[in-house]
């Protein structure tokens, strides 16, 4: 059995290093709350909340001017917009009319995005013939 004194002096021991470690723990916990996340790949601008109105039947042309407008800031800020931006952009461009502007859209999309190749391509197909 250990005696009070070995006791004591392991007590102290222990305030020693919790001491001693206590400034780089606080210092390691101060810098990791500074730290940034990934920066993300895409610019979303309010994308989702145009498919959302889009479903709820909000009107269109607002949404295209949203969307117009978003491309815009995206293209300054040097990212890319997120895959299915041009493909929605062109089926509010078919749904107001402007087909001409929905097939440029679509053959961006495709040419961005190529998993979407198999989608645009009926697409362009179906509104191509009108």
């Known amino acids: 059995m250990a005696t009070v004194g070995q006791v004591k002096i392991a007590m102290k021991k222990k305030k020693t290093v919790v001491r001693r470690l206590a400034p780089a723990l606080i210092l ?12 993300t790949l895409y610019a979303w601008g309010s ?11 909000g009107d269109r042309q607002a949404q295209i001017e949203a969307m117009e407008a978003d491309l815009e800031k995206i293209s300054a800020s040097g990212k890319s917009p997120p895959p299915g931006f041009y493909g929605h952009l062109g089926l509010l461009y078919v749904e107001t009319g402007n087909d001409d502007s929905a097939i440029a859209s679509f053959e961006t999309e495709k040419a961005r995005f190529p998993e979407s190749a198999v989608f645009m391509d009926f697409l362009l197909e179906k509104y191509k013939k009108k």
Request: with cysteine; proline share 4%; glycine share 14%.
């Open 28 to 39: 390691t916990a101060l810098l990791a709350g500074c730290a940034t996340g990934p920066e």
């Open 47 to 57: 994308y989702q909340e145009q498919v959302y109105s889009h479903l709820q039947g």
